[in-house]
């Protein structure tokens, strides 16, 4: 008798040998904003502005330009301006007054698909180090012959997916935020 773990080993070959590399076309990778120590992410629902929280400040990063256009390291109280039990952070500079929903380690989460089809998929197939992956339009991982591009692996990722406009994708690792756009 077939167990599950029968038809799933070929997938967790096949991701594990897959080299580590740039996203297809229409995707650019814009590169890593190095910021340590990052708890959560979240996007602006209707742009492409990121809000990073880390242990010591909050920045917001404009993915489509790939730059960090605001900076928050005072000395306030944290909890002014976040609310873990509802995962809502609150916006400053040009998100000044808005409420932007969080995703990291403790829940929430990023869109997992666009609404033209790509996928934004986290496998912990190696726990803790997870690959991420991003899956051709209307595909699935568990498909055998399905194409997608390994973008990286991260040591439990704090957040992995898309903007709520569908034209970013980011990784927010220990290392910082990984941005990869498209429509440039």
């Known amino acids: 008798m077939l167990s599950i773990m029968d038809d799933i080993e070929p997938i967790r070959q096949r991701v594990r040998e897959a080299p580590v590399g740039d996203p297809p076309p229409p995707w650019t990778p814009m590169g890593l904003a190095s910021i340590t120590g990052i708890t959560e992410v979240g996007f602006a629902e209707d742009s492409e502005l990121l809000l990073v929280l880390s242990g010591h400040s909050r920045e917001i990063i404009d993915c ?6 605001a900076r928050d390291t005072s000395v306030e109280h944290r909890s002014s301006w976040y609310g873990p039990h509802d995962l809502i952070g609150a916006g400053f500079g040009p998100l000044n007054g808005r409420k932007i929903a969080l995703a990291g380690p403790t829940g929430g989460g990023l869109p997992a698909f666009t609404r033209d089809g790509w996928g934004a998929v986290r496998l912990p197939i190696d726990w803790p180090d997870e690959y991420l992956v991003l899956m051709a339009p209307y ?13 990286g692996v991260a040591r439990e990722p704090a957040a992995w997916g898309f903007s709520f406009t569908g034209n970013s994708l980011v990784a927010a690792t220990g290392e910082g935020v990984s941005v990869f756009v498209r429509g440039r």
């Open 139 to 151: 595909h699935s991982i568990y498909q055998p012959a399905a194409p997608f591009w390994k973008l």
């Open 64 to 69: 489509g330009a790939g730059v960090v256009v």
